[in-house]
């Protein structure tokens, strides 16, 4: 199973910005793909989720009405939107999939079998 994330970038205060995530393998639709951020210092946190296949969708409170996760079934591909960009969204930002991921714990690193190398996000 490999994850490749793309679409990081520099942005604009108030902008938007696509990351996305190639799910390769037969991971797709057989886990769930949550995407991860990493801002300097500070520890990786779940922003949103779902499972590739199903409409249920997950987000962490500081992504709720930014943040629009979606997924692209015939590019085995999941997307993150970011809206309204600002300064505190600089992170790296990584996807993940994990079987044992669920309602209840897919905020959770630890819940995450295989990891994406990331694509860096800067807003300024």
């Known amino acids: 199973v490999q994850l490749v994330e793309s679409g990081g970038g520099s942005v604009q205060n108030g902008g938007s910005l696509r990351v996305s995530c190639v799910v390769s393998?037969?991971?797709?639709?057989?886990?769930?793909v949550t995407w991860f951020r990493q801002a300097p210092g500070s520890e990786r946190e779940g922003v949103a989720s779902?499972?590739?296949?199903?409409?249920?969708?997950y987000y962490a409170d500081s992504a709720k009405g930014r943040f629009t996760i979606s997924e692209e079934p015939g590019k085995n591909t999941v997307h993150l939107q970011v809206y309204n960009l600002r300064p505190d969204d600089t992170a790296m930002y990584y996807c993940?999939?994990?079987?044992?991921?669920?309602?209840?714990?897919?905020?959770?690193?630890?819940?995450?079998?295989?990891w994406g190398q990331g694509t860096q996000v800067t807003v300024s």
């Open positions: 779902m499972y590739p296949g199903r409409d249920r969708t």
């Open positions: 393998g037969n991971a797709y639709g057989t886990k769930r």
């Open positions: 993940a999939a994990g079987s044992g991921a669920n309602s209840d714990n897919w905020f959770k690193i630890s819940s995450y079998d295989y």
